[in-house]
């Protein structure tokens, strides 16, 4: 069945580094852009970036511009978000969600696909 | 780019329609027909209920719509059911090429 699973979550210290990704199956990966989306603990939803299905087109949040990186891996089926220089309110469950619409070069489709969500804790 | 405004929570009995409102401005919500829906049970995935303002996933009961006024969305429930319990969110795409998200409405089933 169509499945987004993300993995690579954990506890780092302000500053550090890590790098999630999101295994895809059940679906045509490469046809489909893809985002990464966090939640803090007892808040909204947060939308963070975006990578076109071709990993050639990438939008970010202005709150994570410049320190997280979104790519792709379409022969490993697989969407990674490198994130550096994190921050305490960087914590957060983490998803990442399928674009609805095939060939999307933007962020204009829903997300109809969502992964579990993976736990951030940047603490000292 | 401030997150869409939705009310903290609303309410209604079973059997009972409620409306979630979601207003952004021009460069959102009033700017495009991609305006979506999401459910999330507490500890769950969010789940798509509407997209592209007013259209149903296949497996979304027609108990949900979808309608757009201007800057402001709304979410419509009819028939309250107690599984409708549940945090909604409306989400935009901006003139930016970004998504936004609004804060978020609890739902009480009564």
């Known amino acids: 069945q169509v499945q987004l699973v993300e993995t690579g979550g954990g506890v780092v210290q302000p500053g550090g580094s890590l790098r999630l990704s999101c295994a895809a199956s059940g679906f045509t990966f490469s046809s489909y852009g893809m985002n990464w989306v966090r939640q803090a603990p007892g808040k909204g939803l947060e939308w963070l970036a975006f990578?076109?299905?071709?990993?050639?087109?990438?939008y970010y949040a202005e709150s994570v511009k410049g320190r997280f990186t979104i790519s792709r891996d379409n022969s490993e089926k697989t969407l990674y978000l490198q994130m550096n220089s994190l921050r305490a309110e960087d914590t957060a469950v983490y998803y990442c969600a399928k674009v609805q619409e095939v060939w999307s070069v933007a962020g204009t489709g829903a997300f109809d696909i969502w992964g579990q969500g993976t736990m951030v804790i940047v603490s000292s | 780019q401030s997150a869409l405004t939705q009310p903290a929570s609303v309410s209604g009995s079973p059997g009972q329609s409620i409306t979630i409102s979601c207003t952004g401005t021009?460069?959102?919500?009033?700017?495009?027909?991609?305006v979506s829906w999401y459910q999330q049970h507490p500890g769950k995935a969010p789940k798509l209920m509407i997209y592209d303002v007013s259209n149903r996933p296949s497996g979304v009961s027609n108990r949900f719509s979808g309608s757009k006024s201007a800057n402001t969305a709304s979410l419509t429930i009819s028939g309250l059911q107690a599984e409708d319990e549940a945090d909604y969110y409306c989400s935009s795409y901006t003139t930016s090429s970004t998504v936004v998200f609004g804060g978020g409405t609890k739902l009480t089933v009564l």
């Open positions: 990578i076109r299905y071709d990993g050639n087109n990438k």
């Open positions: 021009s460069s959102d919500v009033g700017g495009y027909k991609f």
